[in-house]
C-alpha cells in the first residue's frame, strides 16, 4: 500500500493486489450494476496467421496495436447503437496516444453494424485514454480481465466464476469447432 511502489495505493490491480484486498474488490465489483463483455484471441492462432501474412508479404512485421485495434473494432462492433451518446474509455498503452486509432477503430466497428445491418448508427462516439488511477472503470475492467486471463492460462476459473453473473459475452473468436466467427459465451452458455 505503499505510493512510491506504484501499485494498490494508487490503483486497484489485480495481479499486484494481496488476496486479501483482491477479495474486497471482488465484492465490491459484485455488488456494482455492470456488464463485462470481452473478445479473446489465441496466441498460438495470432501467431500463424502473422506467419501466413510473412509467407506472403516479406515486409509484414506484427503489430501488437494492430491487434488490440481489430479487437476493439469487433467488441464494440454490436454495442455502438444502443446508447445515443458513447463515450468510450481506454487504458493507456505504452507512451503515445492512441486516441485517434481506437476511435478511428470503434468508427470502424460504426460502419460494420451499419452494412451488416443495413441501418445507421446514429449515436455519437467519443473514445480517451486515461488511467486506472484516475478512472475506476478501468480499475474493474482489469479484475475482470485478470479473471479471464486466469482461466485461459491457467485453466483456474473460481475467480470467473465468481464474476459471471456480469458478464455479458464472452467471444472467443479463435473457437470455431461449431462457427467460422468462434464461441460466444453468456450466462446461458458459460465459458467453464
Same mark, same amino acid.
Given at each position: 500500500?505503499?505510493?512510491?511502489?506504484?501499485?494498490?495505493?494508487?490503483?486497484?490491480?489485480?495481479?499486484?493486489?494481496?488476496?486479501?484486498?483482491?477479495?474486497?474488490?471482488?465484492?465490491?465489483?459484485?455488488?456494482?450494476?455492470?456488464?463485462?463483455?470481452?473478445?479473446?484471441?489465441?496466441?498460438?492462432?495470432?501467431?500463424?496467421?502473422?506467419? &501466413?501474412?510473412?509467407?506472403?508479404?516479406?515486409?509484414?512485421?506484427?503489430?501488437?496495436?494492430?491487434?488490440?485495434?481489430?479487437?476493439?473494432?469487433?467488441?464494440?462492433?454490436?454495442?455502438?447503437?444502443?446508447?445515443?451518446?458513447?463515450?468510450?474509455?481506454?487504458?493507456?498503452?505504452?507512451?503515445?496516444?492512441?486516441?485517434?486509432?481506437?476511435?478511428?477503430?470503434?468508427?470502424?466497428?460504426?460502419?460494420?453494424?451499419?452494412?451488416?445491418?443495413?441501418?445507421?448508427?446514429?449515436?455519437?462516439?467519443?473514445?480517451?485514454?486515461?488511467?486506472?488511477?484516475?478512472?475506476?472503470?478501468?480499475?474493474?475492467?482489469?479484475?475482470?480481465?485478470?479473471?479471464?486471463?486466469?482461466?485461459?492460462?491457467?485453466?483456474?476459473?473460481?475467480?470467473?466464476?465468481?464474476?459471471?453473473? &456480469?458478464?455479458?459475452?464472452?467471444?472467443?473468436?479463435?473457437?470455431?469447432?461449431?462457427?467460422?466467427?468462434?464461441?460466444?459465451?453468456?450466462?446461458?452458455?458459460?465459458?467453464?
Amino acid at each position: 500500500m505503499q505510493a512510491e511502489q506504484r501499485k494498490t495505493a494508487l490503483a486497484f490491480h489485480a495481479k499486484d493486489d494481496v488476496a486479501e484486498v483482491r477479495r474486497e474488490v471482488f465484492q465490491v465489483l459484485l455488488r456494482q450494476d455492470l456488464r463485462f463483455f470481452a473478445v479473446v484471441r489465441d496466441k498460438l492462432s495470432v501467431l500463424r496467421y502473422v506467419q &501466413q501474412r510473412n509467407a506472403f508479404d516479406d515486409g509484414y512485421r506484427f503489430n501488437p496495436n494492430e491487434l488490440y485495434d481489430s479487437l476493439v473494432a469487433r467488441l464494440f462492433k454490436d454495442r455502438l447503437h444502443l446508447q445515443p451518446d458513447v463515450r468510450v474509455c481506454f487504458a493507456r498503452r505504452g507512451s503515445s496516444d492512441r486516441s485517434q486509432a481506437l476511435a478511428a477503430a470503434l468508427e470502424k466497428a460504426r460502419n460494420r453494424f451499419a452494412a451488416k445491418w443495413n441501418r445507421p448508427v446514429v449515436s455519437s462516439i467519443q473514445a480517451r485514454e486515461s488511467s486506472p488511477a484516475v478512472e475506476a472503470a478501468l480499475q474493474a475492467t482489469d479484475y475482470f480481465l485478470w479473471a479471464l486471463q486466469r482461466h485461459y492460462e491457467r485453466q483456474e476459473s473460481r475467480y470467473l466464476e465468481l464474476l459471471w453473473p &456480469q458478464v455479458g459475452l464472452v467471444h472467443a473468436v479463435d473457437e470455431t469447432d461449431k462457427a467460422v466467427y468462434g464461441t460466444c459465451y453468456t450466462k446461458k452458455r458459460p465459458l467453464f
